[in-house]
């Protein structure tokens, strides 16, 4: 048997919208089961969206440091935003938030993994990339505003944000899978088989 995810979509009987806000929705479903019942799922719409785990040449991450009103918490993260633009190429959108966020540029692109945040309760897609040869933006820095003008930078070592992951001390999904997949990726010698930054990603397709 092949471990690996398919595409399937069960019977949707009636559907609706009950709230609409600025960048995802909230929908209910009424879905036919296995043993003929309809049942309502209730789950987030939402864009999809892209994060990058830059890796410098000390084999440091970059992080910020950000406030997340839901969590209540100032949370170490990793450079990630929304798919604004549907059909949006990801790779495009991860170049920009990485300049937009930290202003810094990378030549080398791979996709690192790609995940659903919550797929009991949110369509969310995001796909992780890793960008290495790091360097400086041209041009201005981004304007920033709302929670991002408070934001905090830190290069940290791979090994110390291991640690810091298995010992409950960073939550964020994307830091969390990023430096994980990393670091397997090395130890299973597949680092330099990761897939190229313009894979196929049948969760968000878009024009290459």
Known sequence: MTIKDAPEEWEIRATKTPFVGNKTSVRTDEVVMPDGSVVGRDYQVHPGSVAVLALDDEDRVL???QYRHPVRQKLWE????????????PLHAAQRELYEEAHVKAEDWRVLTDVYTSPGGCDEAIRIFLARGLSEADGER????HEEIDLEYARVPVSELVRGVLAGELHNN???????SLV????SGELDGLRPAEAEWPARPFEA
């Not at 981004?142 to 505003?145: I, K, L, P």
């Not at 397997?184 to 130890?187: E, G, H, K």
């Open 63 to 65: 992080l910020i440091r």
């Open 78 to 89: 990793i450079p990630a935003g929304l798919l604004d633009v549907p059909g949006e190429n």
């Open 142 to 145: 981004f304007e920033v505003e």
């Open 174 to 180: 994307c830091l969390v899978v990023g430096v994980l």
């Open 184 to 187: 397997a990726a090395r130890a």
